[in-house]
């Protein structure tokens, strides 16, 4: 029985998959020229990341921002910057509202769809900068504090260009 345990371990056998449902607020993300997605956020897995991106979102801060990072893998934005600043300035780049939050850890797996908090590294806090997951990513699993999935709309993030313009976030 040993060897047959360690011999599934060695051929790559992966658990199965929870479905990930958070089922916190929803946050609509208008996009211009693009149309609209949902993000419906975790605050049981990140409580004060989510509570501190809800506030941003309340006060506009995410309005007129331009997303500035586009891959394959990730679309990501939240640079107050970004508004009218070029995209690739470091400005935009590394900025944010100005209040580095403390790392939250959750065990979510990194899968298409998934939203984080972007950092300056594996297991730093973030700040505002958002990120989707086009791809499923595992490597991330542990390293950024979940925001919560896109629960409408994939689509539309799939569609949208590097320079895009978020014209506006709400709380439904």
């Known amino acids: 029985m040993l060897a047959i345990c360690f ?15 958070p089922d916190g ?3 609509e ?17 990140s409580p004060k990341t989510v509570d501190h991106i809800l506030r ?10 331009r997303v500035h990072r586009v ?5 990501q934005w939240g640079a107050p910057a970004s508004k009218d600043k070029p995209i690739d300035s470091m400005e935009v780049l590394s900025g944010g509202s100005g209040k ?3 790392f939250e850890e959750s065990s979510v797996d990194y899968l298409r769809g998934v939203c984080g908090i972007a950092s300056t590294g594996l297991q730093v806090g973030g700040d505002s900068q958002i990120f989707i997951l086009k791809h499923d990513y595992e ?3 542990r390293s950024y504090a979940v925001l919560g ?13 590097k320079g895009d313009r978020i014209l506006s976030m709400k709380v439904k």
């Open 7 to 21: 011999a599934t371990l060695i051929q790559g056998y992966v658990p199965p998959r929870i479905e990930y449902r």
């Open 25 to 27: 607020p929803v946050i």
């Open 29 to 45: 993300v208008r996009v211009e020229r693009k149309g609209v997605f949902e993000i419906t956020t975790d605050p049981k897995a």
């Open 56 to 65: 941003l979102v309340r006060d506009g801060f995410y309005n007129q921002q």
């Open 71 to 75: 891959e394959w893998w990730v679309t």
């Open 100 to 102: 580095q939050l403390e």
């Open 139 to 141: 490597r991330l699993w």
């Open 149 to 161: 999935k896109v629960t409408k709309g994939m689509d539309v993030v799939d569609s949208i260009h």
